[in-house]
Each structure stands twice: as structure tokens, then as C-alpha cells.
């Protein structure tokens, strides 16, 4: 997933972190050296695979948050709007966040304890998290009694089948591409081909793939065992969608809710307002509440702005907070080190890899030597300070986050753990080398203060290795739909990802692969390398977790050494603070920050 307009884009150009120090951080800030270990074992316990609950584990209610009381209305602070609320267009982290309150899929994360880092995998609108017995070729669902659209529509088979044929649609192209692939058995982008118009001319995917046999039963039959579908059901992206009420590109600024809030307004960059969903019934979720009777979106906050309303915690920023944004840089380490606040701050590692993509759609980074230059010359030391330095991020070497199994926390390949600065001289001896001295470089950057920040410093440092750099700002609501387009303008640009759960397999095939080039598609620098191509499909096929990480380690490798395409800049934890009157505050891991569905008003 990317990490909101913020960051990265886990879609999800990357902005955006927070949190406390890992142990060997590259020197971009404050570097106190302390919570190494505890962020280590943070980051390691987000490798642990989540166990899928049975029906017990998926009734509602969900078990009560300690001390929760009813009533209220909450202040959200956002610095970016929202540019999707279509659940088949959602991919980005704020939005994903929103998604927790709104949208209810098949099946959820529900968390299982009440420090936001346990959890399993249950039914939410389904009544278990799904049954297989053939190794996960075969898939089965029912659904719950008594769960309805926000309009009191009750949800049907009809529902999900409209939910994921409509992913076929042209006009569906910033979600994820998951259970695409799989019901159509084909890598990339040509699974469009299944059913090239969606549901909206007639046509239907047949029995054979997607069966609806009544109004409660919906059955995935696959070609291949897919044991991770519960996991890919529980993504947002995956949201059921009204039949009745699909209003195809129009559903984006409308959706009917299935969570316990709906939308009463939206006015896209200024404000949006949530009310409690009356249609949402708490016996069949087992994962939320709707303790708040109204939760009040206020855009355009930047990070220095949010942090500061929320520290001097007066009037409605008492009961005030942000889904996504975090302390900013000049206040973090003071905010991190001031016990009174603790009580009012969270923090935790998140699955976010920042990264500066090379478009390799442009003739002139061809070749490897140009884009080796670019890998060097990048100082990612302005990156790290723009968000607070080490107490935000840590200097990235590969492309798999320390949450992820594979991840090798020696890889370096340009050397950027050792000198965060970058290397000026082997990058020009390399342009030299190339006869593309002074060669014209577009950097597309998103128009935040921290984008401002760090795009400024580090298009000094590529000019220090002879690129003659041209910034070129990009909104920041809408950056990830900007650089996802296949004829951008854009010779580089940052964006950072995150894995959908902890396995690479949900991040270098969909980063990297080839097939996969399409407007709107995650494959953002646009490489097509057939040996990548044929190692996504190999390791795809391993069984084994265990095996196949070692592989996607190994094609990490390959990706940074001999192709060059990307270049690593750090990986991410995230602070956020709130307001002293907030209740049920808690970092969740799965989340990656304030886990929406707890909170109240103290």
C-alpha cells in the first residue's frame, strides 16, 4: 500500500513518519541511540503471521475499550484531503485509515488486545474469516445476518459480486490488484481482460470463478491455492460496494457506508464530517465501536500546524487529534522526551519503505550508468531531517522494511548507511563515463513544507554530481495519482510503500513487475525487466514463507545492483499526539498509526 500523499505512497511519493530511534540509524537528525531495541522487537513482531479466527472470533460485539463512554464529537486535523472514497480506489494509507470507520469488508483485522499489536484475522461482514479444503484454491463465504448499507439496503451475495467485478472496470485503476490477478490467473494488468467492462454491459464472471449460489454464499474458485485471501479481503480496497447504489466514477465522492459512521458532508481540501451510521448494527462487528457521535475533518493542516493546535490543547483541540499526520521535525525529539505528554503521544515502526523512483519510461535513464549516478549522488540525509531525523526514520539500504521477513540489515548497495550524504564524485565520474555531464533532471516533489524541504537539498546534492535539476511541485492530495500516470513528466520522484501483510510478496511484485505498467498502477518507475518478471512468478509458486523470503531477498538484491530503478531512502516510524480529552488512544501496527475504531471522549 502506499503511504498517503503524505509519504509516500506504503501508495503508501512518501512524506511522512515519526517515532523513535533504531539502533545503527544513518546520522539525519537527532540521534539519541535510545528505543533501539525496543523498536527492533517492535519491527520484528510485525513479521509474525496473523492467525485467521473461525466464527467465535467473529461475532460482535467487539470487547469494550477500558474506561469508554459515549457522546461527543472529535476534531480530525488532516494536512491532505481525500482523493478516493471508492473502496476499489483506495490504496493510500489516510485514506485507508478513513476506510476503518466507513467501510466494512468480508473479513477484518480485529485487534485482540488493547495495545494495538495483536491481532487476527475474522470475519467482519462474513461469518468467519473464510473456509478452504483444498489448500486454498477454493474459498468460502456467508454472510451475516442483519448487515446493511447505510440507507438500510441489506448486504447480499449480489453486493460482492458487484463489489469485485466492477475492479475490472477501466475506470477502477488506484486499487489494489490482488484477487484481479488471482481470479483471472494472470500477472500484471491483463486481467482487465476477464471481464474487460466490469458488470455494467451485461456481462458477469462465471460460476467457475466467482459463485453466488444465494443471497448469503459467495465462493472464489482459483486456478492456484491463494492461502493469503483472508488477508487480501481485509484491505480496504476490498470494501463491499451497493449494487443498487453503484454510481460507477461518481461512487468516489459518495459511497454508501457499511461502517458505523457515513459521510454527512464532504467538501474536497476544506472539510467532512462523519455521523454515527444508524444502519450499523454492533452485533455483527467485531471490530469496531461508535463511541463518537461525530467526527469533524478539517484539511490543509499542515504538520507544524496540527502539532502545535494539539500541544497547546485549548477549546476543541482538547478533543482533537489526526488519523495520519505526525509531530512535525521541530517539535519531535522535545515532544518525545517530555513525560507529561506521554500519556497524549503514540508511536510505533511502520511497514513503509521510502523510495526515489528512476522513470525508466525516459529515454535518457536507459542507461545504467545515468541511473547509478542518480543512486549515489542522492544525499537521503535531508530527507531524514525534513521529518525529525532518526527519531522519525531510519536510513534505508534495501527495499524490504525491517517489518517484512527478508529484510538483510547489512545490504547497502550504495553505501547510503555510511555516507547519508551521498557521493558526489563516483556519481559525476559515473555521468563522465556516460558523456551526460549536466544532463537536464525533472524532480517531481509534493508541495508540502517537507517536500519543500528535502527536494530542495537533496536537488543541491545531485547538482553537486553534475545533473542540471529542475523541481517541479506536485499537489500533495493528489501526488500519487500524478506519478502513477504513465506519461508523467517526472524524471524522478519519491514515493514510499508498505507490505499489505508481512510478506514481501505484497511488495516487490507490486513495485516491480513489469505487467503490471498501467495508468494508476504501483509500479511507479516503470521497470520492466524480464528476469524480475520470471522471479515474481517463480517465488510466487514457493510454499514455503520461510523459502520464499530468502528468494525475495535475493531479488531485492538483483533489483538495486543490477537494474538501479529505485533508490532506498529510509523507513519509517510515525508520532502522533492528541488532544488531553481524547480516550482509547492507541498505535496500531496493522493501522500504522491511531487506530480510529477505539476512540472517545474522556
Known sequence: MSRGGRHVSSALSVLAAGALVLTGCSKGGSDTGTNGNKDQKNAEAQQAAIKFGGTADSQGPAADVPGAKSGGSMEVLQRDSFAHLDPGQIYVSDQMALAQLIHRGLTGYKATSDDGHKHEIVGDLATDSGTTTDGGKTWKYTLKDGIKFQDGTPITSQDVRQTFERLFAPFITQGPPYLQQWLANTPGADYRKLLPDGPYKGKHLPDSILETPDAKTIIFHFKKPHADLPYALAMAGYSIVSAKGDTKEKYDKAPLATGPYKIQSFKSGKSMVLVKNTNWDPKTDPIRHQYVDQFNFTFNQQFETSTKALLADSGPDQTGLSFSNQVDAGNLSSVLRNPKLKSRTVSGYQPYVGQMNINMSKPEMKDIRVREAIAYALPVTPFVRAFGGTDAMEVA??????????????????????????????????????????????????????????????????????????????????????????????????????????????????????????????????????????????????????????????????????????????????????????????????????????????
Do not use: C
Open 397 to 602: 539500504g534495501g527495499l524490504l522494511s525491517p517489518t517484512v521477513s527478508g529484510y538483510d540489515a547489512s545490504f547497502d548497495p550504495f553505501g547510503k548507511k555510511k555516507k547519508p550524504a551521498g557521493d558526489p564524485d563516483k556519481a559525476r565520474d559515473l555521468l563522465k563515463q556516460a558523456g551526460k555531464l549536466n544532463m537536464k533532471l525533472t524532480f517531481g516533489y509534493t508541495n508540502t513544507p517537507e517536500g519543500q524541504q528535502y527536494s530542495t537539498a537533496m536537488a543541491a546534492g545531485l547538482k553537486k554530481a553534475g545533473f542540471d535539476v529542475q523541481r517541479q511541485e506536485i499537489p500533495s492530495e493528489t501526488y500519487y495519482d500524478q506519478v502513477s500516470k504513465l506519461n508523467n513528466n517526472y524524471d524522478i520522484f519519491h514515493t514510499a510503500w508498505g507490505a499489505d501483510w508481512p510478506s514481501a510478496s505484497t511488495v516487490l511484485p507490486l513495485l516491480y513487475d513489469g505487467r503490471i505498467i498501467a495508468d494508476g498502477a504501483s509500479n511507479y518507475s516503470q521497470i520492466n525487466d524480464p528476469h524480475v518478471n520470471s522471479e515474481i512468478d517463480r517465488i510466487n509458486a514457493i510454499t514455503d514463507p520461510v523459502k520464499a523470503a530468502a528468494e525475495w531477498e535475493k531479488l531485492d538484491k538483483y533489483l538495486l545492483t543490477k537494474v538501479v530503478n529505485v533508490v532506498p531512502t529510509a523507513y519509517y516510524k510515525q508520532t502522533q499526539i492528541a488532544g488531553s480529552k481524547v480516550g482509547g488512544l492507541v498505535y496500531d501496527d496493522v493501522i500504522g498509526g491511531i487506530d480510529p475504531r477505539r476512540l472517545f471522549i474522556k
